[in-house]
Structures are given as C-alpha cells and as structure tokens.
C-alpha cells in the first residue's frame, strides 16, 4: 500500500496541472469528465484481497481531488459511487452490463475503430458499417449518453514511444488516418450518422421508449414526446446474412443484414448503418526524392564493444530493462572465454527473453534473431569461428518498445537468460555461470546523439560503402523539403531495422523486414511531419541494424485520390 503513495503524487500533480490552467468545465474550461485508472479490473484479481481495495482507495482519492467534473473508471463494473463506470471495446451495446447505480450515465469511453498493429501483423480492418451499427446499438439499447471513437484520428509513435513490437504508426486506419487524411468511406459514413442522430436528439432526451420485437432477429425501439408529437424509431436486424422486411406501423420496411434502419419522424428512413453512400478513396505515396546519389550519402560504423571496453560488470546476468531504465533500446551482453583444443565447429546458443539479439564473436558479425509479439523467448543458434585463446563474445539485446500492460510489470524479466558455446561431440561451455560479463547501455552513436547536427563531428564519417554487412551502420544525409502542403514520410522498404531521425527529430522505429503474411512489411513508410523541416537542408540520419540500401530510400508525398482525380488536405 506504500506504492499507492506514488499514484497520489502523480494525479495530484496533473489535476493541479489542470486546475492552474482553468481547464476544467467547473472553472469554465474543456474537460468535462476525469478518468481514474484504467481497464483495471482485467489485472485486479491478481492482486488478491488489495485488489478491490485499491479500487475504493483510488475512487476516493481521486473524488477527493475536488475537480468539479464527474470521474469515470473504465471497464471497471464496481467503481464506487460517484465515480461512474464505463464501457471500452467494439460493441458495447452488446457487452456493457450497464451503469451500477440509476444515478450514473451511460458511457462508452473507448469505440476502438481499429486495433494498434504489431510488427509482423496486417492492419487491423473495421468497416464503418460495423462502427455505424454499434454505436446506434449502444444509444438505444444501453441509453448511450456519450460514445468516444478511440481513435477517431490515427498518430505516430514517435521515438521510442510505442509499446512491445508496436509498429511506429498508430491507429492508421482511424476515420483520420495517421497523416490527418480522411479515410473514406469511414469519415463520411460516420459524418452521415451523427447528422442523422443529432436531428432526432430533442425527441431522443425529451421521448419515452418503448422497444418491441419485429420478428426473430428484429426489433424496434420507438421514442415518443408527447408535448411535441415527435417520433423517432429504430428498426434493428441482428440477421447476418439477410434482407429483413418488417411489419412497422402498418408500413412495411426492408432492413439490410446487421444494420440499423433511422426514422426521425417514424415513417421514412433516414439513415441505415450499412447502406454507405461515401465513396471509397485510396492514399497514395509517390516518391519526391530518390536517395540515390553515394557521393551524398556518409556513414559510420558503430564500435562493437568487448568485455575489457565495459565498466559494469556482474557475475550473472541481468536483467535488461532494470539495466538500460529506458535509455536506449539496447544492451551489451559482453564475455570473454578460452576453450580447449578439443571444442570443434563450435555454435552459439542464446536464450533471450528480449525482443532481438546481434551476436558478435570477435567483432564478427556472427547472426542474429527475433521473437514475436505472441511467441515471447526467442533462441539464437549460429556456428561460429573461435580463434586459439581468448575469444570475445558481444550479444547486443533489443527491446523494440516496453510491455504496456498487465499485474506486477516490475517483475517482467526481458534480456538474455542463457548463453553456451556448444561443440561437436556434446561438449559446451555455459557461459551463463561462472563468468564474470560486462555491460554497456545503448551503442556509441546514440550515447554520444550523433542524430543531431551539432553533434555530427562526434565521430568521424566515411563515404558510403558497398558492404552487405550493414550491421550498427549510420548513414546522414541532407535534402530539401518538397514544395506544397501534403503529408510527407520516408519509404524505408529498402531497410532492415533500426531507427531514422530528421533534423534531430526522431521518426520512430522501423522494421521493414519483419514480413506479415502475405509477404509484406508491417509498416515501411515513416512519417515525417512537416514540422518538423525546413526549407532546405535537412539532416536525415538512419541507423540500421542489420542490413539495408540506403540509396533506394525515398522521401514521398502522400494523398488521397477519389474517382481518379487527386485531392489534397492541408494540414494545420
């Protein structure tokens, strides 16, 4: 219970933030609800009888903090009273159990319109039909008062920002995409239901529902205002593969496979959830500037380092996160060891519970490996060379992102947990006890931010090279910005791994070799805002882990083409 000391601070601190501001509606600002924990309730049961007490302490905590504007907890059926419980997912009309007291609004905090994207994945696919059909569901079955799209404009994780093998972009296929374009036809089709569910919205707050069945998988729910005679009626088709016709009021409708058919004046149809009048759109990226030119192209290979070069040392290994605190990505898993004459066609044997590991075995590049988001520990076994005497071993561990969720995080174990050198005949050295290892937090060109222009003579740069071997290889260069006002990103489809940077800006993490199923990167066009450039001479640095061809990289311009003409938006 000390640690929940912690949680005190820190909301204290941002709801004085806030209140400093005038940001609250209680002093006539924007926010009007404030939200306490979140999705709790999937970890609580790990925590035992502190569980449930957590979730009173932290209610009345947070009520304490006197903001006034309600508080909410999401996904969380017990919230004690006031605070009042929400509902997060794609079909809360259907799973929301309902608000735990009559004082308490329907809430839907969390309409997921697609799902993050890991590397190795395809984008998460969600019609505006489906999105369309639940959201009417929720207000008329759940007395939906408030429904929030999360999200309803896409974004970057910039940096090192996104969580375990989350993939750079977010929410791309959001009604505004990842560059603030309109994904069509989601953005109009859900235009098209707002329009249609503000126009009834006297007779939905002042009207008294009824609901009724229309047939098997049919049914109507009505809204009366009596002083008004206004009449709004809902006619639902829970049928997922029919048209339904429908007895209403001595009229007969014809309803589409799961869709909701609005009436705002009970007798013609306004709207319908899966009838989509917006016409699909496509974005487009084509290539501005092709990098293709060596001679403007320079590079500097990263120092690979050995035991003797480290200054942490420990005779076990450690843990990966607890060591790097989230500086950096990386960490040297250094040793070095003599085997005996007999240790033939020796192979490397590594068990990591990271993300990625490079080996290096006497600063030869000896391979490397990767888990998944689903797969977890990963095994690294590759031959190598070992010379007579002492031989150095570096292992370079990535973890591309950090764990975003879950009981006791401060217990997850990431890094390499064994290391043997296996040789012919059964024999093999375990490294993993009784030697002593050394340690380095991050590699040479991140610790010393040769990313930014100030620190470029750090290190000393060489012309491009035509090596295969790319492997902790940074490559600058310059460009001018292109003219115009669309969207711009970098196709690293030429890439392998590693991270990008303009003018110092970091653009994320990339991975283009990272393949779905269908053969194809999760992600390889990298935004750039255009923020974050100038006129001219840009800086551009890529450190690529692996391998990779800089000089096919391109810079594009994005946009969005409707009945093959091309239309632009500009972006504020």
Known sequence: MDLWFYMQNFTTKIVNLMKSEGLYASQGGPIILSQIENEYQNIENAFGEKGPLYVKWAATMAVGLDTGVPWIMCKQTDAPDPVINTCNGMKCGETFPGPNS???????????????????????????????????????????????????????????????????????????????????????????????????????????????????????YVYEEEQSGGCVAFLVSNDQRNNSIVEFRNRSFVVLPHSISILPDCENVAFNTAEV???????????Y?????????????????????????????????NTTKDQSDYLWYTVSFQPNSSCTTPTLHVESAAHVAYAFVNNTNAGSAHGSFRSGPFTLEVPVVLNEGKNNISIMSVMVGLPDSGAFMEKRYAGLRIVQVQCNGGDFYNLTENHEWGYQVGILGENLEIYKQENLDKVVWTEL???????????KTEFDSPTGNDPVALNLSSMDKGQAWVNGESIGRYWVSFLTSTGQPSQSLYHVPRAFLKESGNLLVILEESSGDPQQISLDTIAITKNDSSFHVQLI
């Open 289 to 321: 500037l092709t990098f293709d030119a060596a001679e403007k192209w320079e590079e500097y290979r990263d120092a690979i380092p050995n035991f003797l070069d480290t200054s942490l040392r420990s005779d076990t290994i450690l843990e990966h996160m």
């Open 465 to 475: 090279t035509s090596s295969t071997d790319n492997s902790l290889t940074w490559f």
């Open 102 to 220: 009559p004082t308490k609004p329907s809430l839907w905090t969390e309409n997921w319109t697609s799902f993050y994207q890991v590397f190795g994945d395809e984008p998460y696919l969600r019609s505006a039909q489906d999105i369309a059909f639940h959201v009417t569901l929720f207000i008329i079955s759940k007395n939906g008062s408030y429904i929030n799209y999360y999200m309803y404009h896409g974004g970057t994780n910039f940096g090192r920002t996104a969580a375990s093998y989350m993939i750079t972009s977010y929410y791309d296929q959001a009604p505004l995409d990842e560059y603030g374009l309109f994904r069509q036809p989601k953005w109009g089709h859900l235009k098209e239901l707002h329009s249609a569910i503000k126009n009834c919205s006297a007779t939905l707050l002042q009207g008294v529902q009824t609901n009724f069945s229309l047939g098997q998988l049919q049914q109507a």
């Open 277 to 287: 009048n917006t016409e699909q759109n496509q974005r487009i990226n084509t290539p």
